[in-house]
C-alpha cells in the first residue's frame, strides 16, 4: 500500500485557499451546512488567515451559530478596524438579533476609519437609516459631504435625511444646494415645493421653480418642476 506523501507547505496553502473559496461559493449559492464544513477544513490548514475567519463567521451566522459569528467578526475587527465587510457583516448580525443600537455603533466607528471613502460612507449611512438612527446616519452623511462637496446626489441624500428628523431649514438648505450642483434633479423640485408653502411671487422658493419652469431641463426634471409649479 502506497504511503500518501506529506503535505508541503505550498500545498497546503493551495488547499485553505481553496477550500475557503469553496466555503464561499457554497453560502452565496444558499448552501451554508456545506460551506460551513468547507470552512472548517480551512480553519484547521489556516486558523488565523483573515479570509478564513471571515468566511467561517459569515457561515456561523447563517447556520445560527450567532456568538461564534459575532466573536470572530470582533475579533478580526479587533485587528483591523477599517475592515468594512466584517462592520457590515457584524451590523446586520447584530440588527437582526435586536440591536439595532449595537449595529449603528459598530458602522460609527467604521466611518471614523482612515481612508474610508465617500462612496462607503454613503452605504454606513444608508445601513443607519434603514435602521431608524437618523442622528448617526446624518453625521456619516455629512461627513461623506465634506469628502465630494460637489455631488448633487449626495446633497440630496442629506436633504432627505434631514428631512427625516424635522430639521427642515437644514433639508432645504440642502435641497437648494442640489438645485445649483445639478438643476435637472426632478425630486428635488418636488421636495422643495412640499417644504414651502408659497403664498406670493415674492417668495424667493417660488421664483426658483418660476424660473426653472420656463427652460427645459429633460422629461423627468421638467414633469417634475411642472408639479411643483
Known sequence: MKRRPAMTPTTQ???????????AALLRQGQPREALQQLKLAER?????????YWLANACRATGQLDRARALFRELLDERPGDLDASFALAFLLRDAG?????????SKASRQAGVTAHQLLQIAGFLRD??????????????????????????????LYLGTGAFERSLDALRRTLELRPSTGPAWVALAQQRTFTS?????????????ARPMGREADMCIAFAY
Open 201 to 213: 411671487a415674492d417668495d424667493s422658493e417660488f421664483r426658483r421653480i418660476e424660473a426653472a419652469a
Open 131 to 160: 435602521g431608524n438612527q437618523f442622528a448617526a446616519a446624518i453625521e456619516v452623511g455629512e461627513k461623506a459631504a465634506r469628502l465630494q462637496p460637489d455631488q448633487a446626489d449626495l446633497q440630496f441624500k442629506l436633504a432627505r
Open 13 to 23: 496553502a493551495d488547499d485553505w485557499r481553496t477550500l475557503t473559496a469553496a466555503g
Open 45 to 53: 490548514l489556516a486558523p488565523r488567515e483573515r479570509d478564513v475567519r
Open 99 to 107: 440591536a439595532p443600537g449595537d449595529a449603528a455603533e459598530v458602522l
